[in-house]
């Protein structure tokens, strides 16, 4: 489990796992001015640019986890 400590960094309000060739699976809790609510924002980065995000209801975020780490399990993933 060491070894996953070195690769993902969390804070307050920011999180983020280091991936190959420069690349970090960036966390974030935002909020949004326009609809006056919070949403988490899942980016994949690289030099400071974010390539791709997925924004997610904070209320989702536990069942996601739970579900990434159950299908982490049944497929035999690390």
């Keep these: 489990m060491a070894e996953n400590e070195e690769i993902v960094e969390i804070g307050e309000k920011y999180g983020?796992?280091?991936?190959?060739?420069?690349?970090f699976l960036?966390?974030?809790?935002?909020?949004?001015?326009?609809?006056?609510?919070?949403?988490?924002?899942?980016?994949?980065?690289?030099?400071?640019q974010k390539k791709a995000r997925f924004n997610l209801n904070p209320k989702y975020a536990r069942i996601l986890g739970e579900a990434l780490i159950k299908f982490a399990d049944q497929n035999s993933l690390e």
């Design 26 to 48: 960036t966390i974030t809790l935002a909020s949004s001015e326009k609809y006056e609510n919070e949403y988490i924002e899942i980016a994949k980065e690289r030099g400071g």
């Design 16 to 23: 983020e796992i280091k991936m190959g060739a420069g690349w």
